[in-house]
Structures are given as structure tokens and as C-alpha cells.
């Protein structure tokens, strides 16, 4: 075998561009979903079969998915928001798929559109219930816990967004392009 092919075929394949929008036709939607049972059923076994409850009924999916040539090709992040009382939103269910995690920004890009869409949409509170792990997390995204909560048997941290660090929008997508390691030049 070619010594510079060795190992590539163990490395997944991560892609430079990314587009994070409303989930807008079926396969979106059931990518958001079929991610969601993914992360929450199968990998961290928070839900037995299925993660969907009544909130999907009203909840605004959001998705992110890696592009192939501009175009999107698989969800991989996910999280939906819903208006809980007038004004007041919650996101909730925010997923990124495993191979996916080590870029970073996507969990980030999908929680700054999901707080923009509804700050947007006449938010002046946006609420999660985030799982311990993930405090500090929101917490570099300008984010303050209200209390800690167990929430499915695990503890979880009440938090809110601060709205000032998201501008409201009405865009329904937003591109987050990975950043390329530089080719040295050989002189």
C-alpha cells in the first residue's frame, strides 16, 4: 500500500462546510429526529426508544448538516425551540453527532440560530435545561445557570440565554465553514 494512503481509510470523513437552519423539507426532519434517537437513546440511554414527546408537535426544528459540493448531504446537530408562555422560549434536545463534536462550533452555531430565530420571533427570555456536562459550555456562550434540576435522572442546570449577545434575525440559515490548516509553501 502507498505509504501516504496508509490510516486514511480509518478516518472519517469531516467536512469543510456546513450549513445550520429551520429544518424545512422531510428528510431534514427526519434527520433531526433520527439523530436526536442517536444521541439520547442509544449513546448516552437517557430515553429507551425514542426521545419525541408532545413538544415536537409545536417545537421549530433546527438542523445542521454537512455540505457536499454547497449542497446539504447528512444531519449531523440538532436542537428544537418552542414558545413556552407569551415571549418566553425554550431550546431544548441539542445533539451533535459524535464524529462531529471535535469541530466545536457546530453545538455553538446551532444554539446562537436557535436563540436568534426566537429572540427574533419576540423572545425576551430563552430557557434550556442543560445536562451538567455542558454548563461551562453555554456558560462561554453567555449563558447563567438559575439552579440546578434532575431531570430524567440526571442533573441538569435551569439556564438563560442573555439575549443581548444574540441579535434577532429572521434568516433561516447560516453557513459555518471549518477552517483549513494551512499548506506551507516549499521554497
Not at 434527520?31 to 413538544?55: S, Y
Not at 459524535?98 to 466545536?104: E, I, P, Q, S, W
Not at 459550555?137 to 441538569?156: A, E, M, Q, V, Y
Amino acid at each position: 500500500m502507498n505509504t501516504m494512503l496508509q490510516g486514511v481509510e480509518d478516518r472519517p470523513f469531516i467536512p469543510t462546510e456546513y450549513v445550520v437552519r429551520l429544518a424545512r423539507t422531510p428528510w431534514e426532519r427526519a434527520g433531526h429526529h433520527a439523530l436526536r434517537r442517536e444521541v439520547f437513546c442509544n449513546e448516552q440511554h437517557v430515553f429507551e426508544k425514542d426521545d419525541r414527546d408532545a413538544i415536537d408537535g409545536v417545537a421549530i426544528p433546527i438542523i445542521a448538516a454537512c455540505c457536499m459540493a454547497g449542497i446539504p448531504d447528512r444531519i449531523v446537530g440538532a436542537v428544537r425551540i418552542h414558545e413556552t408562555e407569551p415571549d418566553v422560549w425554550r431550546g431544548s434536545r441539542l445533539a451533535v453527532q459524535a464524529d462531529h463534536r471535535k469541530l466545536g462550533r457546530i453545538g455553538a452555531e446551532l444554539i446562537r440560530m436557535a436563540v436568534s430565530t426566537a429572540h427574533g420571533l419576540g423572545a425576551t427570555r430563552f430557557l434550556a435545561q442543560v445536562q451538567e456536562q455542558n454548563v461551562l459550555f453555554f456558560r462561554r456562550l453567555h449563558w447563567k445557570s438559575l439552579g440546578t434540576i434532575t431531570l430524567h435522572g440526571l442533573p441538569h442546570h435551569d439556564m438563560e440565554a442573555d439575549l443581548s449577545r444574540y441579535p434577532a434575525h429572521g434568516l433561516d440559515q447560516t453557513w459555518l465553514l471549518r477552517p483549513q490548516p494551512r499548506i506551507r509553501q516549499v521554497a
